[in-house]
């Protein structure tokens, strides 16, 4: 690769934020999608690709747009029906991010889970209930990681299909 060819070099970084986008949407605490989308973004915006380029950040701007919709709908809707409400979730969250310093690596999602069953335990007074809505906050939760997972891959997608043309 030449390092004085700015189109090369502005394809290298903004694929190396698209594939550090689509990692962090995996690992909590990286803006996975935001990520892809500015990789993507500055591709289309420096790369010099004209309509091609344009054309791919209105076409990633959309998917972006439908992706962040879908993530918080879909589950929200599913935890609504459920009878869990979004005060626990928030809760949930909060345990969930002092975990991950507390215990790093798997201290997010222990916590998550630790914080919705002490939630729904204390709001429902029963065990097995509050397990059900722990359930159900956790099948959301991965909802939201695959929504925004599919998202990321085919805004990464269009980008390939960018350069592919270009």
Known sequence: MDVTDNSGLVAFISGAAVLIG???VLIPMLPGLLLC???VMAWAVFGGHGAVGWTV????TLVLGLGFTAKYLV???NLKRAGVPNLTLFLGGVVGIIGFFLIPVVGLVLGFVLGVFVVERIRQKD???AWQSTKHALKAAGVSM???LATALVIAGIWVGGLLIA
């Not at 950040?57 to 990633?60: Q, T």
């Open 75 to 77: 589950p929200g809707r």
């Open 146 to 148: 695959l929504i925004e």
């Open 22 to 24: 689509v990692v962090g």
């Open 57 to 60: 950040a209105v076409a990633a």
């Open 127 to 129: 065990n097995t209930r």
């Open 37 to 39: 989308w500015a990789g």
